[in-house]
């Protein structure tokens, strides 16, 4: 049960392309929005749509293929731990935000670009 306690499995498209971010000597960081369609009945019986928003976050060499690969639109798979950041904004109120760090991401999206290199 230790390996499922903080895991998150998603699928959905980028709303952006990749903000990419250089730390310390060459180390990445990848910043990702991803947008999860989900639909489902009402209680009138009508369909609805419903679009969730995630961050995500990338290091090292996953941020360098989320760089070289992905772009808006792509279709992934992702896998990752979820982690809440305090925080006080511009206007001093205290504020949460809640991140997705990603150890795993499948590219699902059927263009050539985005074939792996291996």
Known sequence: MKAIKNKVQLVGRLGADP???LYGEGKKLANIRL???DRYKNVKG????ETQWFSLVAWAKLAVYVEKYLLKGTEVAIEGRLVNKAFTDKAGVKRVSTEIILSEILFLSKQKELLVEQ
């Open 46 to 49: 009508e369909w609805m749509d």
């Open 19 to 21: 903000e990419i971010k």
């Open 35 to 37: 947008a999860v369609n």
